[in-house]
């Protein structure tokens, strides 16, 4: 039974955005098109409410799989990686602090941490001063080099989506949680907007995420070393503003992944700052 529910919970994104969006057409459908009689229309609606009751089941399932079913996993053993940043980095969302680390399970990101750079001879834009939405190069991270984690090969690159401003104000970060869940609607591209995905020859992924558009340097295929230089940070996907997003997987799809936990190798020992601290990498 057990083994039952960890396999369900692994698809549980699988099964859970397209119920989702069952139940979100049939609410604008519903608000939108309630006095059209257009034929085509009205199909569209019927099939939507035939669907509606099993979609609501799909909801309820996943919802109470990623309740209860974490209890279930087995414990990962760590897994020393090479830093995906030079410089001196400031930790959010870390797993040192809590787990998981983002406050969800799903895309993967159990142990996934966010690096922001704060360099000690540039000032970083504070939250909450100046314009509520900079541009992203006003930010000491944008254009950061960023470096592969583990040696292994490229097997997922996204290198399209545009850098947005940052969301600096607490309005505009109201904005990107709306926006954010419109995005979750639309999958991981929307969500890690750049990124590039590495297997390892023992079958773990590092995923580097919210590039810059334009560049990735490496294709799908490639073999690459740890601390290779594999892109620049930027600000693209589900972010506040410039920043590098780094986990590890138990597989390449972060629809189905299941978080692995990490460290970095930095001066011959293996760190994860908290929430507050700096990774500090010399180069």
Known sequence: MTRVILALYRVRGVLYYPAAAVLVLL????????????????????????????AVVVAVLCVLLSVLAPR?????????VAPPVRGRWLAVNSPATKVPSHGVR?????????LVSEPTDGARPAFGEGPAMRPPADYPAFGAPVFAMIDGTVVRRVDGMRDHRSRSSLLAFAYMMIEGMLRELGGARFIL??????????GVCAVVAHLQRGSVA?????RVRAG??????????????PHVHAQLMDRASVWTGQGVPLAFAVDGSAEMPADGEHLVVAG
């Open 193 to 202: 907007g750049n990124h590039v995905v590495i297997r390892s020859e023992g």
């Open 27 to 54: 609410a604008l459908s519903a608000a939108l098109f309630r006095d059209v009689e257009a034929p085509v229309v009205r199909a569209v609606v019927a099939t939507l409410t035939v669907l509606a009751l099993p």
């Open 72 to 80: 279930l996993l087995p414990e990962r053993e760590r897994m020393t």
């Open 106 to 114: 799903a895309w993967g990101q159990a142990y996934a941490i966010d």
């Open 218 to 222: 490496v294709q799908v295929g490639d």
């Open 228 to 241: 290779d230089v594999i892109a620049r940070c930027g600000n693209s996907g589900n972010t506040s503003e």
